[in-house]
T-cell receptor, first 114, second 111 residues
Framework: KAGVTQTPRYLIKTRGQQVTLSCSPI?????VSWYQQTPGQGLQFLFE???????NKGNFPGRFSGRQFSNSRSEMNVSTLELGDSALYLC?????????????FGPGTRLTVL | GENVEQHPSTLSVQEGDSAVIKCTYS??????FPWYKQELGKGPQLIID?????GEKKDQRIAVTLNKTAKHFSLHITETQPEDSAVYFC??????????FGEGTQLTVNP
């Protein structure tokens, strides 16, 4: 099976712009979660989508949003970019997101905000 | 909310030695404890996990132990090899997709 794929792998934006990142989960996986990874804060949970619905949300401002499509592919959007949004954004998929939930990560999208 | 602390932040060992990384968690409702390995330029890779109803789990050179009373869990790597060099993260979850990660341990295996 192909793994989790994320596009694009690298992005450079300027403050105030918005950005959309894409994630394709492992075939058959219905849950997609997003994480932000920075040197200072480590890996932090953003949100999870399951069956096109946001099921769980971390402690990030409303500028961070996402959605999931009927084929389980997911996008996340960050509006009004700030310098502090520079990070590696990771997507993880799992079969159903419940119970003992093995999650598999993609390679990430490296976002740089100038 | 859940807090996971991980020690040490850096660990250097000689090839063939053992490496141990320790984590503590705060939420007694946590039931799932995965360990991830992250190599440079890649996403975290699940290497082993343990459930709250199990005290120890082993997979070849890698083992994980869990002490629910003390809220501790540890990763043990035996017979380390240079390709084990990476950043290792522990995590905890109440079940479901929300993982709380430790700060990471940079493991270096010297040939």
């Amino acid at each position: 099976k192909a793994g989790v794929t994320q596009t694009p792998r690298y992005l450079i934006k300027t403050r105030g712009q918005q950005v959309t990142l894409s994630c394709s989960p492992i075939s058959g996986h219905r849950s997609v979660s997003w994480y932000q990874q920075t040197p200072g804060q480590g890996l932090q949970f953003l949100f999870e989508y399951f069956s096109e619905t946001q099921r769980n949300k971390g402690n990030f401002p409303g500028r961070f949003s996402g959605r999931q499509f009927s084929n389980s592919r997911s996008e996340m959007n960050v509006s009004t970019l700030e310098l502090g949004d520079s990070a590696l954004y990771l997507c993880a998929s799992s079969p159903d997101g419940g119970g003992y939930n093995e999650q598999f990560f993609g390679p990430g999208t490296r976002l740089t905000v100038l | 909310g859940e807090n996971v602390e991980q020690h040490p932040s850096t660990l250097s060992v000689q090839e063939g030695d053992s490496a141990v990384i320790k984590c503590t968690y705060s939420d007694s409702a946590s039931i799932y404890f995965p360990w991830y390995k992250q190599e440079l330029g890649k996403g975290p890779q699940l290497i082993i996990d343990i459930r709250s109803n199990v005290g120890e789990k082993k997979d070849q050179r890698i083992a994980v132990t869990l002490n629910k009373t003390a809220k501790h869990f540890s990763l043990h790597i035996t017979e380390t090899q240079p390709e084990d060099s990476a950043v290792y993260f522990c995590a905890a979850s109440r079940g479901g997709s929300r993982l709380t990660f430790g700060e990471g341990t940079q493991l270096t295996v010297n040939p």
